[in-house]
């Protein structure tokens, strides 16, 4: 009974003891709420707003890895490298590996949407051509960091965008086909500071007016602008654009009209014509400009897209000018996985003036007609 008195009164004890100090316990503070990004779906998937601010900024890009073999007036090819034991010349690979980092933004404003886009290249390789006259500045056939290149960079507020921006002759009217080398018959301007106003009529209809400096021996040597002027109508089939350029260094015009069909769910087609005057650019120049790129007055671009299914699609185009010149272009893309596509490709040049005594070499043919072909892995994010 001692024992049992002992043992319920120390019992009695440590209760009261507990009780004691958890009157006195500390009571610990309640975590602050963590601050994660907020996601900003107003401009589409993966935008997030800038902590702090009201502004929607999003990051992406793409990893590139091309290796091209052939003629080098397909684009593809690297042709007459010396070789290092002086036992004549060879033809190798062409290769290039390209990192691109772009950003945009967007921030609704009392004047309209605030919109940034920027796209900076950096690249890795040589660069395709025929090196047969080897000449110290010749040897680009040699892999190098190249130059780093602001591709893109402007500011749009509303309508009004103002920066660095290919040319609208291109970029409003649309490139040419889904193909690599697209520009076998070249199309037409590229880089260029521009101010320029988009403007949307309804009902399908939208317009723009571009004032533009040009780029390298194109830029504008004067205070009067390059100015390119476009309509668009776009419906459920497809779309009809033109655009017209002032070249203000040599006074000519150039235009191009294009028709976009959704043929069906899977196959897509386009077809593009430009035509441009060239008086002054065949007295003062090569009879090629900013905008009429190609050879001659006139040429057209068609092709177009058949997708398979989610993964594989094939791209085609056919090109031809007034200068007798055909670019054939054709690949498979295939998606590996999501944001991984491999995309093989065959290219065919026929330079129609090669080796008289006007020829314009736009792609460094080494003889009449070229073939070639290039293999891309592209990784984009």
Same mark, same amino acid.
């Given at each position: 009974?001692?024992?049992?008195?002992?043992?319920?009164?120390s019992?009695?004890?440590?209760?009261a003891?507990?009780?004691?100090?958890?009157?006195?316990a500390?009571?610990?503070?309640?975590?602050?709420?963590?601050?994660?990004?907020?996601?900003?779906?107003?401009?589409?998937?993966?935008?997030?707003?800038?902590?702090?601010?009201?502004?929607?900024?999003?990051?992406?890009?793409?990893v590139?890895?091309?290796?091209?073999?052939?003629?080098?007036?397909?684009?593809?090819g690297?042709?007459?490298?010396p070789d290092?034991?002086? !036992?004549?010349?060879?033809?190798t690979?062409?290769?290039?590996?390209?990192? #691109? %980092?772009?950003?945009?933004t *967007? =921030? /609704?404003?009392?004047?309209?949407?605030?919109?940034?886009?920027?796209?900076?290249?950096?690249?890795?390789g040589?660069?395709?051509?025929?090196?047969?006259?080897?000449?110290?500045?010749?040897?680009?056939?040699?892999?190098?960091n190249?130059s780093?290149?602001?591709?893109?960079?402007?500011?749009?507020?509303g309508?009004l965008?103002?920066g660095?921006?290919?040319?609208?002759? !291109?970029?409003?009217?649309?490139?040419?086909?889904?193909?690599?080398?697209? #520009? %076998?018959v070249?199309?037409? *301007? =590229? /880089?260029?500071?521009?101010?320029?106003?988009y403007?949307d009529?309804?009902?399908?209809?939208?317009g723009?007016?571009?004032?533009?400096?040009?780029?390298?021996?194109n830029?504008?040597?004067?205070?009067?602008?390059?100015?390119?002027?476009?309509?668009?109508?776009?419906?459920?089939?497809?779309?009809?654009?033109?655009?017209v350029?002032?070249?203000?260094?040599?006074?000519?015009?150039?235009?191009?009209?294009?028709?976009?069909?959704?043929?069906?769910?899977? %196959?897509?087609?386009?077809?593009?014509?430009?035509?441009?005057?060239?008086?002054?650019?065949?007295?003062?120049?090569?009879?090629?400009?900013?905008?009429?790129?190609?050879?001659?007055?006139?040429?057209?671009?068609?092709?177009?897209?058949?997708?398979?299914?989610?993964?594989t699609?094939?791209?085609?185009?056919?090109?031809?000018?007034?200068?007798?010149?055909?670019?054939?272009?054709?690949?498979?893309?295939y998606?590996?996985?999501?944001?991984?596509?491999?995309?093989?490709?065959?290219?065919?040049?026929?330079?129609?003036?090669?080796?008289?005594?006007?020829f314009?070499?736009?792609t460094?043919?080494?003889?009449?007609?070229?073939v070639?072909?290039?293999?891309?892995?592209?990784?984009?994010?």
């Amino acid at each position: 009974m001692n024992i049992k008195s002992l043992l319920l009164g120390s019992a009695a004890a440590l209760i009261a003891v507990s009780g004691a100090r958890a009157a006195d316990a500390v009571v610990v503070a309640e975590p602050e709420p963590a601050e994660y990004v907020k996601i900003c779906d107003v401009y589409g998937a993966g935008y997030f707003y800038i902590p702090g601010t009201e502004t929607c900024l999003r990051i992406g890009g793409y990893v590139r890895y091309d290796i091209g073999v052939g003629d080098a007036g397909s684009l593809d090819g690297v042709n007459h490298v010396p070789d290092h034991m002086d !036992d004549g010349t060879h033809s190798t690979y062409y290769k290039n590996t390209r990192f #691109t %980092l772009k950003t945009w933004t *967007g =921030q /609704e404003t009392e004047l309209g949407t605030l919109k940034t886009y920027t796209e900076t290249r950096f690249n890795f390789g040589n660069s395709s051509g025929d090196y047969e006259d080897q000449t110290p500045a010749n040897s680009d056939w040699q892999g190098r960091n190249k130059s780093l290149s602001l591709r893109y960079a402007w500011i749009q507020l509303g309508g009004l965008r103002v920066g660095k921006d290919d040319t609208a002759f !291109d970029t409003f009217i649309g490139y040419a086909g889904n193909v690599i080398q697209d #520009t %076998l018959v070249p199309y037409g *301007g =590229q /880089e260029s500071n521009v101010v320029q106003y988009y403007f949307d009529a309804g009902n399908g209809f939208s317009g723009l007016v571009s004032l533009e400096e040009g780029t390298g021996a194109n830029t504008i040597d004067s205070y009067v602008p390059h100015v390119v002027g476009g309509l668009k109508y776009k419906g459920d089939w497809g779309s009809i654009t033109g655009v017209v350029a002032y070249d203000s260094n040599y006074e000519e015009v150039a235009g191009k009209v294009r028709l976009d069909v959704k043929a069906t769910n899977e %196959l897509s087609l386009f077809l593009m014509a430009g035509y441009g005057t060239d008086d002054n650019l065949a007295d003062f120049g090569t009879g090629r400009g900013f905008y009429k790129q190609w050879g001659g007055n006139w040429a057209v671009w068609g092709g177009g897209t058949y997708k398979f299914n989610d993964k594989t699609s094939f791209n085609a185009q056919v090109s031809y000018d007034d200068w007798k010149n055909l670019g054939i272009a054709a690949n498979v893309a295939y998606t590996v996985v999501p944001g991984f596509t491999v995309t093989a490709e065959v290219d065919y040049l026929n330079a129609g003036k090669f080796g008289d005594a006007d020829f314009s070499n736009w792609t460094k043919a080494n003889k009449k007609g070229s073939v070639g072909g290039i293999l891309r892995f592209q990784r984009s994010f």
